[in-house]
């Protein structure tokens, strides 16, 4: 009678985007299934956990550890550290503000290339996110924008997601992991 091995494997995944785009709340949903409406931005760095099966391997376990980056300026410096190790990115902008679509390309895709390495950045192991999808009355970006700058960036996919209502949350988690197990020459730890 021969056990069969468990194995677990951490994934770091690094949220970014402009400040009040809902990244915290995007974790908290997805973490927690849980949507607070005051809005408390992150200092520093909030790291959560999560440990999800792999689906197609019952005796494996990924470990998701989500690195949820403050985005205003006075941490530039410090959050180069945070970006180290990661295994892949969520880029998220506000569906009602065309400035954080913006900063995607004019900032945090730059920041992820210079910080990252190769691992996450140059092998292009991250997705877009356009959160907010439930405030259609005062949305800014098309749905086709949000499309386009994903091609520019060569990201996975492009995912319009809802913090508040979930939707879409665990669709854009489930498909950064399953890429990054599931690409060729994977180096997982």
Not at 113 to 118: E, M
Not at 144 to 153: F, P, V
Request: glycine letters at 6%; proline letters at 2%; one cysteine or more.
């Amino acid at each position: 009678m021969s056990e069969e091995k468990h194995m677990e494997y951490v994934l770091k995944l690094v949220v970014l985007g402009d400040a009040a785009v809902g990244k915290t709340s995007l974790i908290n949903q997805y973490i927690e299934n849980s949507f607070k409406e005051d809005y408390k931005p992150t200092l520093g760095v909030n790291i959560v956990t999560k440990n999800i099966p792999l689906k197609s391997n019952s005796n494996t376990v990924v470990r998701l550890v989500l690195w949820d980056l403050a985005a205003q300026s006075k941490y530039d410096l410090s959050r180069q550290m945070f970006f180290q190790g990661c295994s892949g990115a969520l880029f998220v902008y506000d569906i009602t503000r065309p400035v954080s679509k913006n900063n995607i390309q004019l900032k945090w895709y730059k920041d992820l290339l210079k910080f990252a390495g190769t691992r996450s950045a140059k092998e292009g192991t991250y997705l877009l996110l356009g959160n907010k999808s439930d405030l259609t009355d005062t949305r800014r970006i098309t749905r086709e924008e949000g499309e386009e700058l994903s091609r520019e960036l060569n990201a996975i996919e492009f995912i319009e997601t809802s913090a508040k209502y979930g939707d879409n949350v665990e669709k854009a988690f489930e498909t950064l992991v399953d890429y990054i197990i599931n690409r060729p020459n994977a180096k997982l730890s």
